[in-house]
Nanobody
């Protein structure tokens, strides 16, 4: 069984910063892609940022230059550093892992429970 556990959400003022972290637990050989999605009130879930096991990244246009994603392959963790936060960044942020290989099973996709980020004065 593979689980993703997020932490780091909360309330922050516009212009502030937060760092989200996500740890994958279980007997994991490898994870191809780790990333963050978000779903704001009344909005569809959207990709925020993703990072491949080799280090290549991609970002939503709305967060480029403000957010930075990084990962530790040995620890199966992914971080999202969010700077210059705006009210429109308010959403539930969900950790995602794709192509997770364990001794007994290959998971195409695993989701975390989500952590709420609120940007407000």
């Amino acid at each position: 069984q593979v689980q993703l556990v997020e932490s780091g959400g909360g309330l922050v003022q516009p212009g502030g910063s937060l760092r989200l972290s996500c740890a994958a637990s279980g007997n994991i050989f490898s994870i191809y892609i780790m990333g963050w999605y978000r779903q704001g009130p009344g909005n569809q879930r959207e990709l925020v940022a993703a990072i491949h096991s080799g280090g290549s990244t991609n970002y939503a246009d709305s967060v480029k230059g403000r957010f930075t994603i990084s990962r530790d392959n040995a620890k199966n963790t992914v971080l999202l550093q969010m700077n210059s936060l705006k009210p429109e960044d308010t959403a539930v942020y969900l950790c995602n892992a794709q192509d997770v290989v364990t001794p007994g099973h290959r998971y195409l996709e695993v989701w975390g429970q989500g952590t709420l980020v609120t940007v407000s004065s």
